[in-house]
């Protein structure tokens, strides 16, 4: 369990986030929604420690993590997996390779023991036979299984996500969604997810925040959420949802024929 407790972050004297407190719970696909700006990125950066808060804490389980020195977070932190905006794989790294590279930083695994994690991996985001494929000559869909591949090589307890489905295709969208919902019920592991897509949230969010110039505005479940009278998270759901149009409608650079 992740518990964030008025959480701040200032940067030139502007509150990017300001006093946010939630709780994320084992098993369940925690979104966190926005407009651009609004500070999803920073809550996310400043929960997992790529930046420091400037007030509240952060608390992996019972741990203060915020608080920790650089050196003590290291066990945290191996209990972290991140996928990334654009899936962030080395692009002179095989598929292998990139899995690997958590288990070469934070495992004491032997060479033959690696190798049976990463095929592991990769195997259950439905990947086989790509470990010497570089990622140019994968899809973006395969890219993010790949991504997800290497975020789930520790077998974290934590995962985290920026913008999964940023780049994809509508149906691909749905099977990546899927994919993180099913590892998250699989393993137990308390995931949170940043995202645009209305979508998403509809399909897999067992909580979803809503961020609006830094501030939580709501909070629910994607069940309750169309039930919100709250005025900005309407307008964000309208704009979210006429934006999707205007992509499927337009996305080929001229409009679809009818």
């Known amino acids: 369990m992740i518990t964030v407790h008025h ?11 300001s006093d946010i407190s939630t709780q994320y719970r084992p098993g369940e696909c925690s979104l966190v929604i926005g407009a651009s700006g609004s500070g999803k990125t920073v809550l996310l950066k400043s929960i997992i420690g790529l930046l420091e808060p400037d007030e509240g804490e952060v608390l992996f389980g019972d741990v203060v993590f915020n608080k920790l020195p650089l050196k003590e977070k290291k066990a945290t932190r191996s209990q972290i997996g991140m996928l990334f905006q654009g899936s962030a ?5 095989t598929a292998q390779e990139n899995v690997m590279f958590p288990l070469n930083f934070f495992s004491d695994m032997s060479r033959s023991e690696k190798l049976d994690r ?5 195997r259950r985001v439905g990947l086989e036979n790509v470990n010497d494929k570089y990622p140019s000559e994968l899809s973006g869909g395969m890219q993010k299984r790949v991504g997800i591949a ?5 077998n974290p307890k934590y995962l985290f996500c920026d913008e999964p489905n940023s780049g994809l295709d509508p149906q691909t969208s749905v099977m990546i969604d899927r994919l993180i919902q099913e590892i998250t019920r699989e393993y137990g592991i308390t995931t949170i997810i940043n995202t645009h897509d209305m979508n998403s949230v509809m399909e897999i969010g067992d909580k979803v925040l809503f961020i609006y110039k ?11 959420i169309l039930l919100s009278d709250n005025k900005e998270l309407e307008e964000f759901i309208f704009a979210s949802r006429m934006a999707k149009e205007l992509k499927l409608r337009y996305g080929n650079g001229s409009p679809a024929q009818d």
């Open 89 to 93: 794989l080395f692009d002179f790294a």
């Open 7 to 17: 959480l701040t972050k200032y940067f030139d004297g502007r509150a990017a986030i």
């Open 214 to 224: 830094g501030r939580k505005l709501w909070e629910g479940s994607n069940k309750d």
């Open 150 to 154: 290497r975020a789930i090589a520790l």
């Open 118 to 122: 990463v095929n592991f991996c990769l």
